[in-house]
């Protein structure tokens, strides 16, 4: 596993500084793309690239189909207040037409990567005339990859595989020694308010990251509406992290007295420092109870909601 800097070594001031200083050199007299979904990573480096290149550096928010409800506008206007501008880049049909007829996890993730830098990337950085792309991969994104884990989709030249050649453009990654906890102290300290660097971390595959099986706008649909239960409903648990995981299996319920052969949603939520371990959080069975009522009442087709107490590892945070 890569060696990085944990967050008893991290000299913020220094840190934020170098990273600004690299960011300069790299990208020169030149302009740089980078891709904000709203997490602390991107958010993080957002600000990085900003205060390194101010208005060289084009923020864009793609809207791929499979983020959380209402994600385009909420990211958007915090950055805002922020006085970063982002694009919105509408990739909906992209995405969905690269994932049709895939269950297999990996290809999932492999498709949503082609998609992402050679697609919908390349057009942009063509159109716009940048020849760098900023983003947020960070220690534990190589680690997982590297180990065989799972294929993190912001992963590139840990694995032999240049960008340049790839997809045309070159990959900036200022936070590649890095994990979770230290990524928010630096976001933080440029300023993130505590709503973005607290926020609980999302993956890059995003929705489709928790659809196991085919993914379809129908199915991304179902795991959205359970997600935003899910994340009311444990936002004062302090845990890392939770999720709404839709199944591919369908099971038994019953419904106005008649079998209903439905849906299943798997919640998780989980204790950790930064995701290379974690513990599933013991929470209430009154509130177990109450998540899985209100799922089964506000989700169309859900007649099962189970909770996982598997611990990471052998589990992972993320289905796929």
């Given at each position: 596993?890569?060696?990085?800097?944990?967050?008893?070594?991290?000299?913020?001031?220094?840190?934020?500084?170098?990273?600004?200083k690299?960011?300069?050199?790299?990208?020169?007299?030149?302009?740089?793309?980078?891709?904000?979904?709203?997490?602390?990573?991107?958010?993080?480096?957002?600000?990085?690239?900003?205060?390194?290149?101010?208005?060289?550096?084009?923020t864009?928010?793609?809207?791929?189909?499979l983020?959380?409800?209402?994600?385009?506008?909420q990211?958007?206007?915090?950055?805002?207040?922020?006085?970063?501008?982002?694009?919105?880049?509408?990739?909906?049909?992209?995405f969905f037409?690269?994932?049709?007829?895939?269950?297999?996890?990996?290809?999932?993730?492999?498709?949503?990567?082609?998609?992402?830098?050679?697609?919908?990337?390349g057009?942009?950085?063509k159109e716009?005339?940048?020849r760098?792309?900023?983003?947020?991969?960070?220690?534990?994104?190589?680690?997982?990859?590297?180990?065989?884990?799972?294929?993190?989709?912001?992963?590139?030249?840990?694995?032999?595989?240049?960008?340049?050649d790839?997809?045309?453009?070159?990959?900036?990654?200022?936070?590649?020694e890095l994990?979770?906890d230290?990524?928010?102290?630096?976001?933080?300290?440029l300023?993130?308010?505590?709503?973005?660097?607290?926020?609980?971390?999302?993956?890059?595959?995003?929705?489709?990251?928790?659809?196991i099986g085919?993914v379809t706008?129908?199915?991304?649909?179902?795991?959205?509406?359970?997600?935003?239960?899910?994340?009311?409903m444990?936002?004062?648990?302090?845990?890392?992290?939770y999720?709404?995981?839709?199944?591919?299996?369908?099971?038994?319920?019953?419904?106005?007295?008649?079998?209903?052969?439905?849906?299943?949603?798997?919640?998780?939520?989980?204790?950790?420092?930064?995701?290379?371990?974690?513990?599933?959080?013991?929470?209430?069975?009154?509130?177990?109870?109450?998540?899985?009522?209100e799922i089964?009442?506000a989700?169309?087709?859900?007649?099962?909601?189970?909770?996982?107490?598997?611990?990471?590892?052998?589990s992972?945070?993320?289905?796929?």
């Amino acid at each position: 596993m890569a060696r990085g800097i944990t967050l008893q070594e991290l000299d913020v001031v220094s840190f934020i500084a170098e990273k600004v200083k690299h960011i300069r050199e790299t990208v020169g007299e030149g302009i740089a793309i980078n891709a904000l979904s709203g997490g602390v990573d991107s958010s993080t480096v957002t600000l990085l690239g900003h205060q390194a290149l101010g208005n060289r550096l084009r923020t864009v928010f793609i809207e791929n189909g499979l983020m959380r409800e209402g994600e385009a506008e909420q990211v958007t206007g915090m950055f805002r207040e922020l006085g970063v501008m982002v694009d919105v880049v509408d990739a909906r049909d992209d995405f969905f037409a690269a994932l049709s007829g895939i269950s297999d996890p990996e290809e999932k993730r492999e498709a949503v990567t082609q998609t992402f830098y050679r697609d919908v990337f390349g057009r942009i950085v063509k159109e716009s005339g940048a020849r760098y792309l900023l983003q947020g991969t960070i220690l534990t994104d190589i680690d997982e990859t590297i180990a065989g884990i799972k294929r993190q989709h912001n992963v590139f030249e840990q694995l032999g595989i240049n960008p340049q050649d790839a997809f045309g453009y070159r990959i900036i990654e200022p936070l590649v020694e890095l994990r979770k906890d230290g990524v928010r102290t630096v976001g933080k300290a440029l300023g993130l308010p505590s709503e973005l660097f607290d926020r609980i971390p999302f993956p890059g595959p995003a929705l489709a990251a928790r659809v196991i099986g085919a993914v379809t706008r129908e199915r991304i649909e179902t795991v959205r509406k359970a997600t935003v239960i899910v994340e009311r409903m444990l936002r004062n648990t302090e845990a890392f992290q939770y999720l709404a995981i839709l199944h591919e299996d369908r099971v038994t319920g019953m419904r106005d007295g008649k079998r209903d052969f439905g849906l299943q949603i798997e919640v998780r939520c989980w204790d950790s420092v930064d995701a290379r371990v974690a513990e599933p959080t013991q929470l209430s069975f009154d509130v177990l109870k109450k998540l899985a009522r209100e799922i089964i009442h506000a989700v169309p087709g859900v007649v099962s909601v189970t909770y996982n107490i598997a611990p990471k590892p052998p589990s992972t945070i993320e289905a796929i």
